[in-house]
C-alpha cells in the first residue's frame, strides 16, 4: 500500500459540469503531481504542487486547476467538463527535498466519465 | 527530457525471465532510468531505477551498458500476476525537474 488515497473512486457527471477530485499524500511527503490517463495510454502529467504553489504545468488548458492545503494534501478541480475529461486521474506523492523526486507514490485514482 | 522507446506489447510464459529494453539515445548525464509497473485501474507502482551498471531488488534487477543509450529490465521467472503495463521513464534527479513523462508502456501478457 503506497499510502496515497483519492476520492471518490468512481464520478460521474454532464458535460460542461465542474469537478473537484481529492488526492491525501503519503505520509512525510509534501510534494503533489496530478496526471490524467485515458484508456490505453499511458498518465500524462497535468500539474505538480509544492508548498501550496503550482510548481509545474503540463499541457492542459486553464480549465484544470488546482489547490495544495496546508496539511500537503491536494485537489483537482476542472471546469466547462468536455466528454474528452473521461479518464483515471491519478495523484502521485513524493518527498522532493529528499532528492527522490523520481519515486513518485500513485494513488489509485478517480475514474471519471463524462457523458 | 529524454525520449524513450519500447515494445507495445511482449508474451511470455510462467516461470520464464522476462527482458523489456527501453532505448533512450538523448539520455543527459544528470538522469536516472526508472521503471514503473501498472495494473488496470491502479496507478502505477515504482519497480526500481539505475544510474549505471546494474541494480537489483526483490523484484526485478535493471541492466544499464555504459553507453547509457538504452536500458533492460530484467523479471525473473514471472507468474500470471505480472501481466501488467511496464513503463521505462528517464530523468533528472535533482529535484530541477520533477513532472515524469510517460510513454504507452510495454504490455507484458503472462500466459500459463
Known amino acids: 500500500d503506497a499510502g496515497v488515497t483519492q476520492s471518490p473512486t468512481h464520478l460521474i457527471k454532464t458535460r460542461g459540469q465542474q469537478v473537484t477530485l481529492r488526492c491525501s499524500p503519503k505520509s512525510g511527503h509534501d510534494t503533489v503531481s496530478w496526471y490524467q490517463q485515458a484508456l490505453g495510454q499511458g498518465p500524462q502529467f497535468i500539474f505538480q504542487?509544492?508548498?501550496?504553489?503550482?510548481?509545474q504545468r503540463g499541457n492542459f488548458p486553464d480549465r484544470f486547476s488546482g489547490h495544495q492545503f496546508p496539511n500537503y494534501s491536494s485537489e483537482l478541480n476542472v471546469n466547462a467538463l468536455l466528454l474528452g475529461d473521461s479518464a483515471l486521474y491519478l495523484c502521485?506523492?513524493?518527498?522532493?527535498?529528499?532528492?527522490?523526486?523520481?519515486?513518485?507514490?500513485f494513488g489509485p485514482g478517480t475514474r471519471l466519465t463524462v457523458t | 527530457l529524454a525520449k524513450t522507446t519500447q515494445p507495445i506489447s511482449m508474451d511470455s510464459y510462467e516461470g520464464q525471465e522476462v527482458n523489456i529494453t527501453c532505448s533512450h539515445n538523448?539520455?543527459?548525464?544528470?538522469?536516472?532510468i526508472t521503471w514503473y509497473q501498472q495494473f488496470p485501474s491502479q496507478g502505477p507502482r515504482f519497480i526500481i531505477q539505475?544510474?549505471?551498471t546494474k541494480v537489483t531488488n526483490e523484484v526485478a534487477s535493471l541492466f544499464i551498458p555504459a553507453d547509457r543509450k538504452s536500458s533492460t529490465l530484467s523479471l525473473p521467472r514471472v507468474s500470471l500476476s505480472d501481466t501488467a503495463v511496464y513503463y521505462c521513464?528517464?530523468?533528472?534527479?535533482?529535484?530541477?525537474?520533477?513532472?515524469?513523462?510517460f510513454g504507452k508502456g510495454t504490455r507484458l501478457h503472462i500466459l500459463p
Open positions: 521513464l528517464v530523468g533528472d534527479m535533482s529535484g530541477r525537474d520533477d513532472k515524469i513523462i
Open positions: 539505475g544510474y549505471k
Open positions: 538523448n539520455i543527459a548525464t544528470n538522469d536516472y
Open positions: 504542487y509544492y508548498e501550496e504553489e503550482e510548481r
Open positions: 502521485a506523492s513524493s518527498l522532493v527535498s529528499a532528492g527522490e523526486s523520481y519515486e513518485q507514490y
